[in-house]
């Protein structure tokens, strides 16, 4: 083997290490987004919703979510993550009903969210007596453009497939849909 050949081998390896890299940080940034979305954020509504709620109140939610966002990251992804994670919103869009929002980091794969919702009722039970609903807007799986977006809802812990999202995937048409959605169930 020449020289020229040598180092044309160097280079097939090294663009293979730098590729293989790629994949291996993907596949660590889609395990973060899916787990964060689809069991971390259902198992705090489900179980822990009246924490969720009272750092909402007091306005330390943010944090929260960072620090939770941060443990579903490999360590190996940490100075990503913290630069790029989910932000959280709360709206009360009627007197008696509440919506707490996630902004998502932009999804990649499906199923990532791009964004994640959890609607309640606003009675005079304790919080964790509240009927409440938790949805996503998912990129949906897809083998040519274009790309569609599907709404899934979460019921004790399980996931629905509510089906492909007929607007345009914004966070107003999303939220709208999910206040639709909920009161159709509700009702």
């Known amino acids: 083997m020449d020289d020229q ?3 044309r081998e160097k280079l097939r390896e090294m663009m ?10 993907s596949d660590k ?7 964060f979305a689809h069991k971390l954020l259902p198992n705090i509504i489900d179980n822990y919703f009246p924490e969720l709620l009272s750092r909402v ?15 579903c990251a490999d360590d190996s992804i940490l100075n990503y993550c913290t630069a790029i994670y989910p932000t959280c919103k709360f709206v009360k869009p009627s007197d008696e009903i509440g919506l707490i929002y996630f902004v998502m980091p932009a999804p990649r794969a499906n199923p990532e969210a791009a964004y994640t919702a ?6 005079d039970d304790s919080p964790s007596e509240w009927l409440r609903s938790y949805f996503t807007l998912e990129l949906g799986a897809y083998i040519i453009p274009p790309v569609h ?3 899934g809802e979460w019921d004790n812990l399980k996931h629905i497939n509510r089906g492909k999202f007929k607007l345009e995937p914004t966070l107003e048409n999303f939220l709208a849909t999910v206040i639709e959605e909920a009161q159709n169930t509700w009702c």
Do not use: R
């Open 149 to 151: 977006w599907i709404l």
């Open 118 to 123: 959890v609607i309640f009722l606003i009675d």
């Open 16 to 25: 293979f290490i730098e590729q293989d890299g790629q994949i291996e940080l």
């Open 29 to 35: 940034l889609h395990k973060q987004h899916y787990d």
């Open 5 to 7: 050949e040598s180092i």
């Open 57 to 71: 109140v007091n306005n330390s939610v943010q944090d929260w979510i960072l620090q939770l966002w941060n443990n």
